[in-house]
């Protein structure tokens, strides 16, 4: 997180130069300052969850720099001076950064209130986070700048290198959707075939079940200790390496129906028992809990199944709560409807995959409470790109109503192509860096996320925008064909 962090920063450096680029780096440290200090005062526990909404809460704070400095470049471009164009970057960003942390935090309020363990802690991360970027990027900058343009007129927002860069794109979006429309169908179907015929590899958080940690002198083959065991529980429990090859992971559902003292203690025993064979010889049985029993856990079925209904629940509110905002917000219940089809579609692509890959990658692809915690994030980031998009159409509309509305949206998702990219490849990094250099317990988690932003990023130019466009596009030739036979 840390060597993340500090390439997050460099970035910064290196794509808006040491004056603005300066300036928002010190709006990350104070945003992550505030948040970690608000974590600590009300003695939250960081987990998996809590780090994937720091995760966004830094991508959302970076990209809310990104969004103000792209507008004080348009400015420039304009021929208004340095701090003029500061004041008005400032104004004209205002409506998307509030509009695209408005609804991931209705998002958050949301997942807070109906959500259970992770989701919960999820959201409190998140809630905290956006509030806290939102200070920062609006106020810390805006200091930093206006006192620095007081000084001189040389604060500078682009690099020689980047100056240019994604600026003035003609890419025709609209034009290629039915390519990307045929493209996310096809996957789509392979992922609703793949969950209906392989499903998933649930974790115990949603099945309940036993999980121990054991570790080993030696190397172990992962079939070799599910074969042993077997014998013992009556059926083969999962099995996996955790870390290295003498470090694994041991689910069993043996008797989690049952509760008390006695049954636990007699899955204990069958454990050591079970494994006797391949424990160093004379190991007894208090070695076996001291010395090669790392860690254990207990999750009921009926627990599994609240969580598991927390976390529908929840995300649906989210889903609902996102399209009624957008619908008033945006004046038109088409790009609620694009928007939501667009989470829609990664949400599903992003728990397909998990099913399509499992068993096929280096690294375990369970589905646990870290899952969860990883697909919202998806839905937070996305939703967060896609209103950008949305409010740069609404003001282009404001500004020209009588232009074509085809030309319109394609204009503005290639005016904010830039932001897009500067969003999505500083949020990448971070994510990749824990990926990497996180170890393989928070693997699976950084690689859902890893693909959520991807097809995030993929959707909002290629799905929910053009699917917003298409369903007014009926409206809109309406209107026109009207409008000619008034004529």
């Known amino acids: 997180f840390v060597i993340a962090f500090g390439l997050v920063l460099i970035y910064m450096l290196f794509f808006y130069s040491k004056g603005a680029g300066l300036a928002a780096d010190i709006a990350l440290f104070t945003n992550l300052f505030f948040l970690f200090g608000v974590l600590a005062s009300i003695g939250a526990v960081l987990t998996l969850p809590g780090i994937a909404g720091i995760v966004l809460t830094m991508g959302m704070s970076v990209d809310a720099n990104v969004l103000i400095y792209e507008r004080i470049q348009e400015e420039l471009r304009a021929g208004k001076g340095l701090r003029l164009a500061i004041k008005e970057g400032y104004k004209q960003a205002y409506s998307a950064i509030i509009d695209g942390n408005v609804t991931t935090l209705l998002t958050g309020f949301i997942l807070y209130y109906f959500g259970e363990g992770p989701i919960k802690g999820f959201a409190t991360t998140l809630i905290i986070g956006i509030l806290s970027s939102l200070f920062t990027a609006i106020f810390i900058t805006r200091l930093i700048l206006e006192r620095a343009a007081s000084k001189s007129d040389n604060v500078t927002f682009t690099t020689p290198l980047t100056a240019n860069w994604l600026r003035n794109t003609k890419f025709p979006f609209l034009q290629k959707r039915k390519i990307s429309y045929t493209i996310s169908g096809i996957v789509i179907v392979l992922c609703f075939v793949s969950l209906f015929t392989r499903g998933l590899d649930k974790g115990i958080d949603f099945v309940g079940g036993r ?44 008797r989690i129906a049952e509760t008390g003292a006695e049954v636990d203690a007699n899955v204990d025993s069958l454990l050591y028992i079970g494994l006797q064979e391949i424990l160093p010889a004379g190991t007894d049985y208090e070695t076996f809990r001291s010395v090669n029993l790392q860690q254990t856990q207990k999750i009921g079925p009926a627990v599994a199944e609240d969580m598991t209904r927390a976390a529908v629940w929840s995300v649906l509110f989210a889903l609902i709560g996102i399209f009624i905002y957008i619908m008033v917000r945006f004046s038109r219940w088409q790009y609620g409807a694009g928007a939501v089809v667009g989470l829609a579609h990664n949400t599903i692509i992003v728990i397909g995959a998990f099913s399509l890959f499992a068993g096929l990658l280096p690294f375990s692809l369970e589905v646990d409470q870290s899952f969860i915690a990883a697909v919202l994030t998806v839905v937070g980031y996305t939703i967060n790109d896609t209103v950008v998009v949305f409010d740069r159409i609404r003001e282009t509309i404001a500004l020209y109503p009588k232009r074509d509305r085809y030309q319109v949206i394609n204009d503005a998702l290639n005016s904010t192509l ?28 950084t690689f859902a996320i890893l693909l959520g932003i991807i097809i995030g990023t993929y959707s909002t130019l290629f799905v929910a925008t053009p699917i917003a466009y298409e369903l007014q596009k009926k409206k809109i030739n309406k209107k026109a064909a009207a409008e000619k036979a008034g004529k």
């Not at 897009?420 to 996180?438: D, Y």
């Open 418 to 445: 830039c932001r897009t990219f500067n969003t999505s490849l500083t949020t990448l990094v971070v994510v990749l860096c824990i990926f990497i250099l996180g170890g393989s317990t928070i693997r699976s988690f």
């Open 211 to 254: 999980t121990y940690t054991v570790t080993f002198a030696q190397d172990v083959q992962v079939g070799d200790v599910a074969e042993k065991l077997a014998k013992v529980y009556g059926s083969a429990p999962e099995v996996k390496t955790v870390g290295t090859a003498n470090n694994v992971k041991i689910t069993t559902k043996y």
